[in-house]
């Protein structure tokens, strides 16, 4: 698998609805908290991936395993909200407590 992806409007320059190339979700559920260069970057990249699964291109599930996977590794407080803010979100219109 490659281990490079693509993220349009990079420093956010413009306005648009990104949806990303398969090998791109693939690396950035894998590797989202490891893009170092610029919070705003991995905020971004965190809100086209919600994006995704609202867009029903990643399974809900799916990102769950990704912030469970990538969260220990953020160290923004901003981001962090952001990220706990989506995830309950994704969390209360996605899952019942049957699923658990």
Known sequence: ???FAVLPNINLKG?????LNEISISVFLQSVSKISDDPCNRIYIWRTLV?????GIIRPE??????????PGENTEFALQII????????GS???????
């Not at 994006?51 to 867009?55: A, G, P, R």
């Open 1 to 3: 698998m490659p281990s």
């Open 15 to 19: 306005y648009g609805r990104i949806i």
């Open 51 to 55: 994006d995704h699964v609202q867009m």
């Open 62 to 71: 799916i990102f769950i395993k990704c912030v469970v996977k990538n969260l």
């Open 84 to 91: 706990l803010d989506k995830t309950f979100r994704i969390l």
């Open 94 to 100: 996605y899952f019942t407590l049957e699923q658990g």
